[in-house]
């Protein structure tokens, strides 16, 4: 079966550090997602992308996010000055098409910033 | 963002059906109705949807009101895999989940 890929698992970082999160979506799937999970919390919406471009993103997805999709199979997350509040569980996730469609979870890359 | 309301945990047995309950009194005529799961550590997991006609596949089935207002989603013979956290979800099209605390199901071996 298909599934969505993260790497790494876990990440551990300097608080001002940057970091990329990296995922491979599921291969026929047009739009992408990340979302984020903080320790005890609720799963956030972060970013939706599609057609190489931003199509929605919220309110904690500010400058110092950014997303891109370099080469036609990856899929990254930026963060490009991490803060101490930034450590969560990020999650990527992929839909096939825009109707009545599921989306895909990755398992999640555990950001700790220390 | 349109709301559902669900009860914060419930408990059932191992080998006997689940039914979850899911209130969405301000659904649209285009909102899907979703659910998810998320296991211990895990990320979300699609279960099921659906719009107007009751659904079954092979995780669970879903059944919708006449009136689209509330849903349940029921684990026909529930597992202690099926231990998990449900989210009950109305989705348009592509658009971003909205999570909410969803349901912890306990399921007692």
């Known amino acids: 079966e298909p599934e969505v890929t993260q790497t790494p698992s876990h990440q551990v970082t300097q608080m001002g550090q940057e970091v990329i999160l990296r995922c491979v979506p599921i291969s026929n799937h047009l739009y992408f997602y990340w979302y984020r999970q903080i320790l005890g919390q609720k799963v956030e919406f972060l970013v939706s992308f599609y057609n190489n471009e931003i199509s929605e993103k919220s309110e904690i997805f500010d400058d110092q996010f950014s997303v891109e999709r370099p080469d036609g199979s990856n899929f990254t997350l930026k963060i490009r000055s991490t803060k101490l509040e930034d450590s969560a569980m990020y999650f990527c996730a992929s839909s096939e098409a825009l109707w009545n469609t599921e989306a895909f979870f990755g398992q999640g890359t555990r950001l700790t910033v220390v | 963002d349109a709301k559902t309301t669900q009860p914060n945990s419930m408990e059932s047995n191992e080998e006997e059906p689940v039914h979850l309950p899911c209130n969405h009194s301000t659904i649209s005529g285009t909102d899907y109705i979703h659910w998810y799961r998320q296991l211990p550590s895990q990320g979300p997991e699609y279960v099921i949807h659906g719009l107007t006609s009751n659904v079954n596949n092979r995780m669970a089935s879903l059944a919708i009101a006449e009136d689209r207002k509330s849903s349940t989603l029921i684990l026909h013979r529930a597992t202690l895999r099926d231990a998990a956290v449900y989210y009950c979800?109305?989705?348009?099209?592509?658009?971003?989940?909205?999570f909410g605390q969803g349901t912890r199901l306990t399921i007692n071996p």
């Open positions: 979800i109305l989705r348009q099209g592509a658009q971003k989940l909205v």
